[in-house]
């Protein structure tokens, strides 16, 4: 028996939250006492479903956030090892560190919102209208996750400028990776929606200012958040 076999036939020491950060909760709490030092290949999916009582997409969404974290890194074929005792200073989503994210959104999703004021069509905003309806509803992490990847997507296509749409979609995974990660340590997904009312409000109301000031003001937040879960990001 190895030592990630021992630690996995012990009881978690985390108290059950939502099923994917109480696993990811667990790993780092782990990770962090030297339970799991550096080098370790962690158990596999099986093994750690059993250990938690979650199914094994459970455990991919924990490992997705323990790697985008820095914790621990996945080679096809081989399985997880843990890489480091500590986060990384910035987070990695997909292909993107959340400091390119923080740059570039700016840059497309703000004059992308002002566009939609302008130029979308009534099919377009009882779209948008029915997505933030939907996620004010939604329970599931996970779906609320993909309606908002949904609605910035949506945003976009609104705008009527194809590029704006293409790349918004080229970076809805990472989006979509870093809103798992926000929601999970700084429960922000109340105060998201009532941001994304607004940006919808604007938009219903055709006014440029309005909808590329609320997008604005949204991304500031998600960065002001980012920075807050890991400060050494901006230094």
Excluded: C
Aim: net charge negative; charged share 25%; no cysteine.
């Amino acid at each position: 028996m190895n030592l990630s076999d021992s630690w996995a036939d012990r009881q978690p020491t985390s108290s059950r939250v939502g099923a994917a950060e109480a696993v990811l909760a667990d790993l780092r709490a782990a990770i962090e006492s030297g339970d799991l030092p550096v080098g370790t290949k962690l158990p596999a999916e099986a093994t750690l479903s059993a250990r938690y009582s979650v199914s094994r997409s459970v455990v991919r969404e924990a490992l997705r956030s323990s790697t985008a974290l820095g914790f621990t890194e996945t080679h096809t074929g081989k399985g997880t090892f843990v890489i480091s005792d500590r986060p990384r200073s910035e987070p990695v989503f997909g292909e993107y560190s959340a400091g390119a994210l923080r740059e570039a959104r700016p840059h497309i999703e703000v004059p992308a919102a002002g566009f939609a004021a302008l130029r979308r069509t009534d099919v377009q905003l009882a779209q948008l209208r029915g997505l933030v309806d939907r996620m004010d509803a939604e329970t599931d992490p996970a779906e609320w996750v993909r309606l908002d990847g949904e609605f910035h997507l949506a945003i976009a296509a609104a705008s009527g400028n194809g590029v704006f749409a293409a790349v918004v979609g080229e970076l809805r995974d990472a989006l979509s990776q870093q809103s798992k990660m926000i929601n999970k340590l700084s429960k922000r997904q109340q105060a998201s929606g009532v941001e994304h009312r607004v940006i919808l409000d604007a938009i219903a109301d055709g006014s440029y200012e309005g909808a590329a000031n609320a997008m604005s003001d949204h991304l500031r937040i998600v960065e002001s958040t980012v920075v807050s879960l890991f400060p050494a990001s901006t230094e």
